[in-house]
C-alpha cells in the first residue's frame, strides 16, 4: 500500500489559534482529499482537490477552512481560527488516475483545541 | 445522496470465533465502489478492499472474505477463525465517481476479539 504521511502528529492548540496541517503526497497521486473524525465518531469528509482548486467541499468546510498546494508537493489544510469542536483527527487521503478509486489515508494529526 | 450503515456498533467474539460485520447502503447511481477500512487501536485507516458495482463475485483473502448483493444493498466482511489483532474498528464506505469521489462512511463497528 502507498504511504501518505502527515504532520504534526498531533497538534494543540488554543482556541483562536490558526493552524496548519501538511500532508506529503505520493508521487503519481493527484487527487487529494481531507477528512475528518472527531473521537469514536465515524470519519467525515471536508474537501476533495485537484488540478490546484477545490472539486467538492463539505457542510463542515466552511470559511474557516482553506487547503492549497502552495509548492506543488506538500498538501494543506489550514483552518483561521480554532474552536473547540475542532478538535478532531485529520485524515489526508489521496488517489491516483486510475480507476480503482482506492482512497489512501495517511496517519492522521491529532488536533486537540484547549 | 450515499449513505452506509453499519447497525453493528460493537461486537466482542473469543478468539478463534468467526464474526460478521454487516454493512448496508443506499445511492440511486448504477456505477459505484465498495470498501472496507480497519482502523487499529492506533488509529491509522488501512484499506482492505474494494469492489465496484457490476463485480459481484466474492472475495476471499485468507481469513477475510467479503460478500456484496447487490439485491440486499450490503456489502459483508467476515473473519474466519478471529486473532487478537483483528481487533479494531471497521469502516465500511462508498463512492460514487461521477458525484465528487469523496467516500462516504459508516458508523463503524468496533470489533473485540478476547483471547
Known amino acids: 500500500e502507498p504511504e501518505v504521511t502527515q504532520t504534526p502528529s498531533h497538534q494543540v492548540t488554543q482556541m483562536g489559534q490558526e493552524v496548519i496541517l501538511r500532508c506529503v503526497p505520493i508521487s503519481n497521486h493527484l487527487y487529494f482529499y481531507w477528512y475528518r473524525q472527531i473521537l469514536g465518531q465515524k470519519v467525515e469528509f471536508l474537501v476533495s482537490?485537484?488540478?490546484?482548486?477545490?472539486?467538492?467541499k463539505s457542510e463542515i468546510f466552511d470559511d474557516q477552512f482553506s487547503v492549497e498546494r502552495p509548492d506543488g508537493s506538500n498538501f494543506t489544510l489550514k483552518i483561521r481560527s480554532t474552536k473547540l469542536e475542532d478538535s478532531a483527527m485529520y485524515f489526508c487521503?489521496?488517489?491516483?488516475?486510475?480507476?480503482?478509486?482506492?482512497?489512501?489515508f495517511g496517519p492522521g494529526t491529532r488536533l486537540t483545541v484547549t | 445522496a450515499q449513505k452506509v450503515t453499519q447497525a453493528q456498533t460493537e461486537i466482542s467474539v473469543v478468539e478463534k470465533e468467526d464474526v460478521t460485520l454487516d454493512c448496508v447502503y443506499e445511492t440511486r447511481d448504477t456505477t459505484y465502489y465498495l470498501f472496507w477500512y480497519k482502523q487499529p487501536p492506533s488509529g491509522e485507516l488501512v484499506f482492505l478492499i474494494r469492489?465496484?458495482?457490476?463485480?459481484?463475485q466474492n472475495e476471499i483473502s485468507g481469513r477475510y472474505s467479503w460478500n456484496f448483493q447487490k439485491s440486499t444493498s450490503s456489502f459483508n466482511f467476515t473473519i474466519t477463525a478471529s486473532q487478537v489483532v483483528d481487533s479494531a474498528v471497521y469502516f465500511c464506505a462508498l463512492t460514487v465517481p461521477n458525484a465528487g469521489n469523496m467516500l462516504t462512511f459508516g458508523g463503524g463497528t468496533r470489533l473485540m476479539v478476547k483471547p
Open positions: 469492489r465496484n458495482s457490476f463485480d459481484e
Open positions: 482537490f485537484y488540478n490546484n482548486e477545490i472539486s467538492e
Open positions: 487521503a489521496m488517489r491516483d488516475q486510475s480507476f480503482s478509486y482506492e482512497q489512501y
